[in-house]
Structures are given as C-alpha cells and as structure tokens.
C-alpha cells in the first residue's frame, strides 16, 4: 500500500526538517545528527519493495539538504536498507537496545560507504568530505535516537495501514 511508505517518507522529511533546524539553532553544521536513521532501520526491518523505494526517497531528500550532488545518499540509503534487510534476519528487533545496535551497525556502514565514496568520487564535490566526516560524528546521536524514532515509524506504520503479526512482521491490512 503506498500510502505506508508515504507517510514514513513524509516522517523522514518532518525529522531532516527538524535536525537541520536544531544544527542552525545550536551552531552545529558540521554534524549530521541522523534523526532518520531509526526509520531506515524501520524500514530494513519490515518493509519489503515499498521500503526500498521509500529509503531511495529518504536519499534524495538527504541529498537534497546536503547541497552536494544528487546520487550520494540515494546510494547510501539503499545500500543501509540492505544491509539492515540482511541483518535484520537473525535479530529480532523488538527490543529497544537491538534497535539502538542495528541503528549503530548500518550508521557504521553508512559512514564507511560514504568515505568510499569520497575516496573514488571526483575532486570537485567537497561536499562529500563533509558527509563523511557529518556520517562519522552522527554515530552517537544516530544511536541514542534509533529507539525512539523506530518507535514513532512503527506507530505512524500502524495509522498508514500496516498491522502487525504475531511474529512482528508489518502486512497490509
């Protein structure tokens, strides 16, 4: 159903929104806070296509508030999805300590991806050098916020139209 992967997408719009207005507020530009990221693990973790295309669109808005190069991050998200997807086979992400270490393994991912990207990327986007590094420093943040954030992408998951079984997988109802 696309409206599920609407209203995550339009979760991760509302939380990019929200974490480049706190790093204006708080003089922190040179961090990427990774608000979103719990939704990504959300998404990884229950969404099938629907997730993927969602966590592409996730990308694109990322990119589009990095001001660097559209491509970047639709990869990176993409590729976080997957890794999460594969990963979350053998965990079952009930518990809010797994998440948090989910969220910590693909942030790692994540940043490990983007310093390949800026390792065989063109010269001219320093832009990535930033994302890098911004991947890097949202490690703890990322971590702490996972949980809660896993949690507000459930239940607005739920409101879209997506119920849970007893297993904890999400089926459209």
Same mark, same amino acid.
């Given at each position: 159903?696309?409206?599920?992967?609407?209203?995550?997408?339009?979760?991760?719009?509302?939380?990019?929104? !929200?974490?480049?207005?706190?790093?204006?507020?708080?003089?922190?530009?040179?961090?990427?806070?990774?608000?979103?990221?719990?939704?990504?693990?959300?998404?990884?973790?229950?969404?099938?296509?629907?997730?993927?295309?969602?966590?592409?669109?996730?990308?694109?808005?990322?990119?589009?508030?990095?001001?660097?190069?559209?491509?970047?991050?639709?990869?990176?998200?993409?590729? !976080?999805?997957?890794?999460?997807?594969? %990963?979350?086979?053998?965990?079952?992400?009930?518990?809010?300590?797994?998440?948090?270490?989910?969220?910590? %393994?693909?942030?790692?991912?994540?940043?490990?991806? !983007?310093?390949?990207?800026?390792?065989?990327?063109?010269?001219?986007?320093? %832009?990535?050098?930033?994302?890098?590094?911004?991947?890097?420093?949202?490690?703890?943040?990322?971590?702490?916020?996972?949980?809660?954030?896993?949690?507000?992408?459930?239940?607005?998951?739920?409101?879209?139209?997506?119920?849970?079984?007893?297993?904890?997988?999400?089926?459209?109802?």
């Amino acid at each position: 159903m696309i409206r599920r992967g609407f209203a995550l997408f339009a979760l991760i719009f509302f939380l990019e929104v !929200t974490e480049g207005g706190l790093r204006a507020a708080l003089g922190l530009q040179d961090w990427a806070l990774g608000l979103s990221f719990g939704v990504l693990v959300y998404l990884g973790a229950r969404l099938g296509l629907e997730g993927a295309i969602t966590a592409a669109a996730a990308g694109y808005v990322m990119d589009l508030f990095t001001g660097g190069p559209i491509g970047p991050s639709i990869f990176l998200c993409v590729a !976080t999805y997957l890794f999460v997807r594969l %990963a979350s086979g053998a965990l079952d992400l009930q518990q809010p300590i797994l998440v948090a270490a989910m969220a910590l %393994a693909a942030r790692v991912v994540y940043a490990l991806l !983007t310093l390949v990207l800026v390792a065989i990327g063109p010269a001219r986007y320093p %832009a990535w050098l930033d994302l890098a590094g911004g991947a890097a420093l949202a490690l703890l943040p990322a971590t702490l916020a996972a949980p809660a954030v896993y949690a507000l992408a459930r239940a607005v998951d739920r409101r879209a139209g997506g119920r849970e079984s007893e297993a904890g997988e999400v089926w459209l109802t």
